[in-house]
């Protein structure tokens, strides 16, 4: 995975780290490394998280 990333210019040079609920508000992008996760990241309903993502960039 560190070499494939290397090769399209991103260094992925730490380790992972459990999210928190900070991390949302902290970072503009969180990748999921599969469904599993994303599902885990998002609390199963997609729709009312992005919802809510936009609405406090809003405001």
Same mark, same amino acid.
Not at 11 to 39: G, V, Y
């Given at each position: ?33 599969? &469904?599993?996760? %994303?599902? $885990? =990241? /998002?609390?199963? &309903?997609?729709? %009312?998280? $992005? =919802? /809510? ?7």
């Amino acid at each position: 995975m560190r070499a494939a990333s290397k090769r399209r210019g991103i260094e992925i040079t730490s380790i992972s780290r459990p999210i928190r609920p900070s991390d949302f508000r902290d970072f503009d992008i969180i990748l999921a490394m599969d &469904n599993q996760n %994303r599902k $885990l =990241l /998002m609390g199963g &309903n997609l729709e %009312r998280h $992005l =919802l /809510m993502m936009l609405t406090r960039r809003l405001s």
